[in-house]
């Protein structure tokens, strides 16, 4: 049974279970810079988080925001808290989504937080990563989002899932994940975990020049709804 909130209280632990309006109440309570997200109706709050975190997490914020650039109809998120259901709250390193204009399913509500599914959901996964790979992972693939990328500090590596058949995806020899969710979008493993930007974004350059992302271009355009 969710808790209700004790008179007063403005913190939050991890382990403690509540609805979605008890954690967003005391969430908006919580110091700046504080962090911490409701999965399957648990608290989880956020470690304290090193410079590879952050120079990861920036290369990704980068690559999702040439993509958008040249893709309209489409926008990328930065560590925005999500709700996604009744028991789910998330607060994801990256997101990228199609606009609800253009057919999107996520859209901002009226006390201005994402609500609905984002297509393509990213985290920078350490010491979050068994939450991250595994609890994280079934909320997203339960609640509708399409596609789930995790750069793997502990093991140098990535994970990338389709959330749409539960399954996942290998990276093939050339290190590039070559998204479903969001045709173009070219994302070189590789250069990530080397933190070499250029070949990061020369590589995302290639995908943006395919056939497959001028399509997607022209299917946003076509759903846009006046």
Known sequence: ?????PPGRVELYS???MTKEI???LYEQTPDKFKAELIGGVVFVASPLRADHGDGHSILDTIFGI????TPGTRHGNNCTTILAEDSVPQPDLNLRVLPEFGGRS???????LEGPPELVSEVAHSSRAIDLHAKRRDYEQHGVLEYVVEDLAD???????LRSGEKLSIGSDGIIRSR??????IDTKA??????????????RGLASPEHAEFVARLAAARRA
């Open 15 to 17: 382990g403690d279970r």
């Open 23 to 25: 954690f967003l109440r």
């Open 67 to 70: 993509y958008v650039i040249k």
């Open 156 to 162: 140098h590596c990535f994970h990338w899932f389709d």
């Open 1 to 5: 049974m969710a808790q209700t909130a």
């Open 192 to 205: 990530v975990l080397s933190e070499e930007l250029a070949q990061a974004a020369a590589t995302l350059e």
């Open 107 to 113: 859209r901002k509500n009226a006390e201005g937080y």
């Open 181 to 186: 969710a969001f045709p173009g979008l070219w």
